[in-house]
T-cell receptor, first 115, second 114 residues
Framework: AQSVTQPDIHITVSEGASLELRCNYSYGATPYLFWYVQSPGQGLQLLLKYFSGDTLVQGIKGFEAEFKRSQSSFNLRKPSVHWSDAAEYFCAVGDYGGSQGNLIFGKGTKLSVKP | DAEITQSPRHKITETGRQVTLACHQTWNHNNMFWYRQDLGHGLRLIHYSYGVQDTNKGEVSDGYSVSRSNTEDLPLTLESAASSQTSVYFC?????????????FGSGTRLTVV
């Protein structure tokens, strides 16, 4: 069955430090992968998505993610974290059949940023 | 501007009562989805619809129902609310044929069952 694993429940980084959030997926075919961010009390905002082509994907707010098929991973990175990046981050895989499909989410990683 | 709205934003209800959460979108999207978000579980799919009169069960559909009588609305009904259904509920929509792409999420409804 399709699934997404985010091994880290909570990560704390210092402002200005680099960030990497881990995501591993299980999917039988070519995966469609996503990262979403949720600020406290808010809905979900799409950061970036991958479905083919270049394995390094650029997103909004200075985030990027790299698809590694051999490791079944799609880790999210940012070179320098800002205090406003404190939020919960969700990795998701697209369960896609024909022309329809839906998203399967990981359990999320909460990011705290120290001043 | 097009949008997706959920109402109410917060609701407290008693065990055993029927509750309906509203989701309305003006994107003219064919696809609509309901998820619940719980600590330690992320978001889990409850029900989804790919068009008028079409509804499908998701991963955690027990105790919930939906109906799709028009393009804009997908109300979620809890037939007999239970404390285990205390959660934050998110509605989402996407254009026809886009699969998992093009999701737009609502701001969520926080439901407490006492």
């Amino acid at each position: 069955a399709q699934s997404v694993t985010q091994p880290d429940i909570h990560i704390t980084v210092s402002e200005g430090a680099s960030l990497e959030l881990r995501c591993n997926y299980s999917y039988g075919a070519t995966p469609y992968l996503f990262w979403y961010v949720q600020s406290p009390g808010q809905g979900l905002q799409l950061l970036l998505k991958y479905f083919s082509g270049d394995t390094l994907v650029q997103g909004i707010k200075g985030f990027e993610a790299e698809f590694k098929r051999s490791q079944s991973s799609f880790n999210l990175r940012k070179p320098s974290v800002h205090w406003s990046d404190a939020a919960e981050y969700f990795c998701a895989v697209g369960d896609y059949g024909g022309s329809q499909g839906n998203l399967i989410f990981g359990k999320g990683t909460k990011l705290s940023v120290k001043p | 501007d097009a949008e997706i709205t959920q109402s109410p934003r917060h609701k407290i209800t008693e065990t055993g009562r029927q509750v309906t959460l509203a989701c309305h979108q003006t994107w003219n999207h064919n696809n609509m989805f309901w998820y619940r978000q719980d600590l330690g579980h992320g978001l889990r799919l409850i029900h989804y619809s790919y068009g008028v009169q079409d509804t499908n069960k998701g991963e955690v559909s027990d105790g919930y129902s939906v109906s799709r009588s028009n393009t804009e609305d997908l109300p979620l009904t809890l037939e007999s609310a239970a404390s285990s259904q205390t959660s934050v509920y998110f509605c989402a929509s996407s254009p026809a044929g886009t699969g998992p792409f093009g999701y737009t999420f609502g701001s969520g409804t926080r439901l407490t069952v006492v």
